[in-house]
């Protein structure tokens, strides 16, 4: 019998593990927004959970399901040799929305945080590059957030000459560019 | 012996005497947009890319270009009204979006569908996943030349296309699958219509094969071209044809086992070496696999209703609409309030053409969908681009991004 993923987690990180409980049949952990990283190490690294793929990150603006803290940040991590998937949620305050960025451990960190900054302002610390994926740069607001009213357009007809990028790239601060 | 050696003397001295073309000049890199709006950078993909001579020194990709704002406009209507939207994620296979959309409503109502819908859901998504990659495989090899492969497999596209317009009435935004089932059962003749294509495809995608594969030019072009390993792969979280491509038989249709993919007889291809050239062939493959799974769920098509006695989720009989109160008012809370699956999350995953298509679902208990959240297999192939591309040449890149079938759809959602 394996052991589930949220016994081993709990085992490990009893500190940073909040909660946990199975939703349609996939573990979700509810961790301390600080431990985050740590958290998703243990679940990559431990043999035998070994997590090696990031499918997804995302957020979920709670603004009216009455929640303690305003957002949620969601991790689809999935298990090829366990064919098991496992969701880490991290609540975090409006008025302080960050979490470590994780791009050193998967690589599909990097644009999925860099969408989930844009979207919904979540901040994640460290990441070499944290800019807007989807929308324009001049763009003001985070779209997906339940208080950006859908039909406020923006007029923003400046293209991007990317040369801030490039210049990052030359300077060996994006490795993969 | 010696006349030579004096001959070389002199040369040497002309050439010391003559002025030097290029003194003191420095060479200097070029910066180059490929794309967006270029045919080779199907459909709005934006790489600016920092070159010397034809060598990609840097490369930074941009994308967004068609995003539409696909997660924000689907809070605003009913769960039912999200389908259309999921035709223009990867137009190219709408039905596998259809399909993997319902399926993750159907799995938060716990709502499991009819044999026959099963069975409907396998072909028409079969159909659609081979119509996907005879366009990755067309406009791939299209890019690096072989123009009349392009032609033969657009051919074949168009047969199916005129099957799926027949059942839905679209070519592309077929809108088929509802939430528990179906738009509405096949129409009398579409079995005679798909046998005919398991006919005509194989021989169509054979003759392209026997082209393509002792193609010098091909093969030189797609050879070790754009190769990746499983391991940073998987760190990109690729999924689907391409991770299949670098030696990893992961496919969900395997794994999960869903709508009875298991009891079908059928094989994952997978390549060896993750380049281009792996990356079109196990495309190839999975064409005839999609037909072997076809033909087999032909052979074995349950009768029975398409959708589930729920009145949850299933529109009444018409009859029943027209005719009794209960009938009517069932109809009306259905379309006007929409259907309501229980607050709570869920996220569920499907084989689409280019790999993992997940929905992470979220409902607060009302008629309208919290928050929906695409994942979707192009975003991790295309972020994975730039790295694929640094230190190669420009036609290089132009025959990876073709190998890769970013679909714009479904990238930029």
């Known amino acids: 019998m394996t052991r589930s993923i949220g016994e081993a987690a709990r085992a490990r990180l009893a500190d940073a593990i909040r909660a946990t409980r199975n939703e349609h049949g996939i573990e979700v952990l509810e961790v301390d927004p600080a431990r985050v990283a740590d958290v998703l190490r243990f679940l990559r690294d431990e043999p035998d959970l070994a997590f090696a793929m990031l499918l997804d990150v995302t957020a979920i603006d709670g603004l009216s399901l009455g929640w303690p803290e305003r957002f949620r940040v969601v991790y689809h991590l999935y298990s090829l040799s366990r064919n098991e998937r496992a969701k880490v949620v991290a609540s975090v305050p409006e008025e302080n929305p960050e979490v470590a960025s994780v791009h050193g451990l998967w690589k599909s960190a990097d644009w999925l945080e860099r969408e989930t900054w844009d979207q919904y302002g979540i901040v994640f610390i460290g990441h070499p590059n944290l800019v807007r994926l989807l929308n324009h740069k001049d763009f003001v607001g985070h779209p997906l957030r339940k208080d950006y009213d859908i039909k406020k357009g923006q007029w923003l007809s400046e293209p991007d000459d990317l040369m801030d990028q490039l210049e990052k790239a030359r300077n060996g601060l994006l490795p993969d560019n | ?413």
């Not at chain 2, 890199?29 to 034809?54: I, K, W, Y």
């Not at chain 2, 030189?220 to 998987?234: H, L, P």
């Not at chain 2, 281009?276 to 087999?296: H, K």
Request: with cysteine.
């Open chain 2, 1 to 413: 012996m010696a006349a030579e050696s004096g001959e070389t003397t002199r040369r040497a001295e002309l050439l010391d005497a003559a002025p030097r073309r290029g003194a003191g000049s420095r060479t200097e890199s070029m910066v180059l947009n490929l794309g967006p709006s270029h045919p080779a950078m199907h459909g709005t993909l934006r790489v600016l890319v920092e070159l010397d001579g034809e060598t990609i020194l840097h490369a930074i990709a941009e994308i967004g270009y068609l995003h539409r704002g696909f997660e924000k406009s689907v809070e605003r209507g009913t769960y039912t009204k999200v389908i259309p939207f999921t035709d223009r994620l990867n137009y190219c296979s709408a039905i596998l979006n259809n399909i993997g959309y319902v399926k993750a409503v159907e799995k938060m109502m716990g709502i499991e569908v009819t044999p026959r819908c099963a069975a409907i859901r396998v072909i028409t998504g079969e159909l659609s996943r081979v119509m996907d990659h005879l366009i990755a495989v067309g406009t791939n090899i299209v890019d690096i030349g072989a123009l009349s492969n392009f032609w033969y497999l657009f051919n074949e596209r168009e047969k199916i296309y005129n099957v799926i317009e027949d059942l839905c009435g679209a070519r592309l935004t077929t809108c088929y699958t509802r939430i528990g089932g179906l738009a509405h059962d096949i129409h009398e003749g579409f079995v005679e219509g798909t046998r005919t294509l398991l006919k005509e495809l194989p021989v169509a995608i054979r003759e392209v094969e026997r082209l393509v594969r002792g193609n010098k030019i091909f093969l030189d072009r797609t050879i070790g071209v754009g190769a990746i390993g499983a391991e940073e792969a998987i760190s990109w979280g690729w999924t689907g044809p391409c991770l299949r491509a670098t030696g990893l038989a992961h496919d969900l249709r395997k794994r999960d086992r869903y709508y009875g993919y298991g009891d079908y007889e059928w094989d994952v291809p997978v390549g060896e070496n993750g380049d281009t050239y792996d990356r079109i062939f196990v495309r190839i493959y999975e064409m005839y696999e999609s037909l072997r799974i076809v033909e087999q769920a032909l052979d074995r098509l349950p009768d029975g209703p398409v959708n589930v006695d729920d009145p949850r989720v299933t529109l009444p009989p018409k009859g029943e609409v027209y005719e009794n109160i209960e009938g009517l008012m069932n109809h009306f809370k259905i379309i006007m309030e929409g259907i309501q699956p229980p607050a709570g999350e869920v996220y569920d995953a499907t084989e689409a053409a280019n790999g993992e298509l997940g929905f992470h679902v979220v409902s607060d208990g009302t008629g309208r969908p919290y928050k929906i959240k695409v994942r979707s297999p192009s975003l991790a192939l295309f972020a994975a681009y730039p790295r694929l591309v640094k230190g190669k040449m420009i036609p290089d890149a132009i025959a990876t991004v073709g190998s890769l079938n970013i679909v714009a759809g479904e990238l930029d959602r």
